[in-house]
């Protein structure tokens, strides 16, 4: 399951970070690596944005950079 499928409210663990380069890097210093929980809070307009909280944060992530995280819920 990708992260931008979960609804709101729903946490779940990062598995894979199907992303790399800068991207990648840039996903980590921002809190999301494997085995991170993460929790949906907010969609933008159409499904476009999706904020996430972590332990420490909030994050605003594009749609496209959601599609490249591979999580699983936790119940």
């Known amino acids: 399951m990708l992260l931008h499928e979960l609804n709101i409210g729903e946490t779940a663990v990062i598995d894979v970070i199907h992303a790399v380069g800068s991207l990648k890097r840039r996903l980590c210093s921002l809190g999301l690596a494997e085995k991170e929980s993460v929790c949906v809070k907010h969609y933008g307009l159409f499904r476009s944005t999706v904020q996430v909280m972590t332990e420490s944060s909030f ?17």
């Open 59 to 75: 994050i605003a992530l594009r749609k496209a950079e959601a599609e490249c995280i591979e999580v699983h819920k936790i119940a």
